[in-house]
């Protein structure tokens, strides 16, 4: 952001208002005693009338979340270092609770936990703040999921389709391409108006910085806020920073627009959480976790929801009508080799509308994105699908899921009769065609023509290892030949008999004029 | 100091009820100021703290020194403590014991740190507003603070009312450099 030019009069006019008005009043206020300061959790003597979850102001404009209140003690942790911090040093109460800034402003930034700056663009012009812990709209303001939250990835689109709303799960071991498929995502919302927030919890710095410069490379930062709780940030910032990520997101959903919110991960945030608990005495529970590891995530994922057009109006002051919003969460959950049935893992899949599951060996394989077909789910996207892919995908995911079993068992047999063969071999064809690059999100018309092909059997002659070279070809030849009818689908999404026609009109003619050797 | 206060509260508890029930609150309250007070002690604390001090020698100790002002019941109190070996928590106890006391008789004691001392009248005025706004009967604890500039802070419990000059510019600071 520019620096602007105050000229002196406007400065000594703004002291001038801001002594003006300034209260004079005596300041009544609550204040306690730190007893002890450890690993970023502060224990304090007195502060009766402190609220769970109050923020608490130390020394040195440094803030603090009261998170226990015993019979004689409060445990608070706090939100920045804390090596200033002493015994004996008082504590106030503020009778706030921790809020961060929201709002347009935010958009293209790269931000702390608590909405501070720190890709070094200057200072945010937040109009807005909202507290970071909320609770989720309630049944009546809700509406079903039934729009559809086009992610790009042929593989998801296709087989695990995600309406906005949604709370979709992205599991799987490291080094699966969690984190590819979430940043595919939002680049492919750059001309759909979905306002994408991307939280980074517990990362390294450099992966951040590495996410950041691909979005900006894909011009998908402007309409990105990037929450950053790295590594080697305190604990109490990477427990938070998803609910302050959440808190942004829900600006939007709230004046009628469709977010898009990616805590990428939630293990780690968990792990936090497990160390602030630990550290402020909890007891621990199945793998240390505190008793509450379950309304931790629970929480968060429910504020992510689409509500209704009353609802809207109603907290707009009927500024906007007749428009519903949505926040649509894509959580990740890192397993430790494969084990989906470890704590955290469970409980997220039990908390989500469905779940993509990320196979190490697939993608060891070659087959990226590495989704496990049989195990991955989507419980209410279906219902928000186009036409068009709900007819040409439909049956893609139980297909794939028995090719696989099918591909693993025929590796036993000798001589295989016709139809077994016929299914391997389509099996494999759908298998190529579900592989996609990274960064190259596709649009609805083009996965349409592509599914198209290999549901109709324009691909039974094209070798397998040559389809991926098909592919690209058949999409550039659509976009040189048939730009109007690509924007009629995108736009739509509608399928009948004559969008087939035209569709085998394309492949045959492509297949006719079009090389891919 | 959170342990400490949770293990003396039944003791202070105990303590007051009986001393209320018997009508014996302002000795209880004595006994307990003196025995904290030695408590208290550096030499004391040490000698408590070694682990190899028989309960007895601890009791023995404390009667000795508290003799003029132990009837049977206190005698027994100091027993108890001694085979529970929480001489130490003597403080909290009486802390707790009086602010239980406190609570009965509604008095709450109030620190108040004015730049100059303060002047009596002053002192009675305050006492009287203090009084009325808690509905206590206000105990004035005044200090001295040229840091503060002017004004006067007063503490009521966890509850501070700044008045002060320091305080005021403090806040003016934080409003303009915001």
């Known amino acids: 952001m520019q620096v602007k030019q105050l000229s002196p009069t406007e400065i000594s006019e703004l002291i001038k208002q801001r002594i003006e008005h300034f209260d004079l009043k005596p300041e009544i206020r609550t204040e306690g005693t730190i007893v002890s300061v450890k690993d970023g959790v502060v224990r304090l003597y007195g502060l009766a009338d402190v609220m769970q979850g109050e923020m608490i102001e130390f020394a040195e404009h440094t803030y603090g979340l009261a998170l226990n209140l015993e019979r004689d003690s409060v445990g608070a942790v706090v939100l920045g270092r804390s090596d200033h911090l002493s015994e004996g040093q008082t504590a106030k109460c503020t009778g706030r609770i921790l809020e961060v800034p929201v709002g347009e402003a935010l958009l293209g930034r790269v931000v702390d936990a608590l909405g501070n700056p720190i890709d070094g663009k200057g200072a945010i012009q937040a109009e807005k703040f909202s507290p970071i812990e909320k609770v989720a709209p309630g049944v009546i303001a809700r509406q079903p999921v039934s729009q559809p939250m086009q992610t790009g990835v042929k593989a998801i689109d296709a087989m695990v389709p995600i309406g906005r709303g949604q709370r979709e799960l992205i599991i799987g071991d490291r080094q699966t391409g969690k984190t590819a498929i979430a940043i595919d995502a939002i680049i492919n919302q750059r001309d759909t108006g979905v306002k994408c927030i991307y939280v980074a919890i517990g990362q390294k710095a450099s992966s951040v910085a590495a996410v950041v410069r691909k979005l900006e490379e894909h011009n998908a930062l402007k309409h990105t806020i990037v929450v950053v709780a790295t590594a080697s940030d305190p604990a109490a910032m990477q427990y938070i920073a998803p609910y302050a990520g959440c808190a942004m997101g829900e600006y939007f959903r709230d004046k009628g627009e469709d977010a898009l919110i990616i805590y990428d991960d939630l293990t780690k945030q968990a792990w936090a959480y497990r160390q602030i608990s630990l550290l402020l005495r909890r007891p621990p529970g199945r793998e240390a976790y505190p008793g509450d590891i379950f309304y931790l995530h629970s929480r968060l994922l429910e504020r992510a929801s689409r509500v209704n057009a009353e609802y809207i109006e109603k907290l707009t002051d009927g500024k906007v009508k007749g428009k519903t919003g949505s926040l649509t969460a894509l959580p990740v959950i890192e397993t430790q080799a494969g084990d989906v049935s470890a704590f955290v893992p469970t409980n997220v899949i039990s908390i989500t509308d469905g779940q993509i599951f990320l196979e190490t060996d697939l993608f060891n394989s070659g087959i990226r994105p590495a989704i496990n077909a049989g195990l991955s789910v989507s419980r209410v996207g279906g219902a928000a699908q186009t036409k068009i892919m709900k007819k040409l995908a439909g049956g893609i995911r139980i297909g794939q899921a028995q090719y696989r079993e099918l591909a693993a068992f025929s590796q036993f047999m000798s001589d295989l009769d016709e139809a077994t063969r016929k299914q391997l071999e389509r099996g494999q064809r759908i298998t190529e065609v579900m592989k996609q690059k990274q960064y190259m999100p596709m649009s609805v018309a083009e996965m349409a023509t592509v599914l198209f092909a290999a549901d109709q059997g324009y691909l039974d002659d094209v070798p397998v290892n040559r389809i991926a070279i098909f592919e690209q070809e058949l999409i550039s030849y659509l976009h040189a030949n048939y730009g109007e009818f690509v924007e009629r689908i995108n736009k739509t999404g509608e399928y009948n008999d004559e969008v087939a026609q035209k569709l085998r009109t394309i492949l045959e003619s492509f297949k006719a004029n079009q090389s891919w050797d | ?178």
Not at chain 2, 20 to 45: G, H, M, N, Y
Not at chain 2, 112 to 117: F, K, L, Q, S
Request: charged share 25%; hydrophobic share 45%; with cysteine.
């Open chain 2, 1 to 178: 100091m959170a342990n400490l206060s949770s293990i003396a509260r039944p003791y202070a508890l105990a303590a007051f009820e009986y001393a209320r029930d018997k009508q014996q609150l302002p000795e209880w309250k004595a006994f307990l100021e003196s025995a904290s007070c030695a408590a208290r002690q550096p030499t004391v604390i040490r000698l408590l703290d070694n682990p190899e001090l028989p309960s007895a020698k601890a009791f023995d100790l404390f009667h000795e020194v508290l003799a003029s002002q132990l009837d049977t019941e206190r005698k027994n109190f100091l027993r108890l403590l001694s085979q529970h070996k929480r001489f130490n928590v003597l403080p909290e106890i009486s802390d707790a014991f009086n602010a239980l006391y406190a609570a009965l008789e509604k008095t709450s004691k109030v620190r108040v740190i004015t730049a100059v001392e303060a002047e009596e009248t002053f002192r009675q005025k305050l006492a009287h507003v203090l009084a009325k706004r808690t509905q206590r009967d206000v105990m004035l604890h005044c200090e001295v603070d040229p840091a503060i500039i002017g004004g006067a802070i007063i503490h009521i419990g966890d509850r501070v009312i700044d008045g002060s000059v320091r305080g005021k510019l403090n806040r003016l600071l934080e409003s303009l450099t915001d």
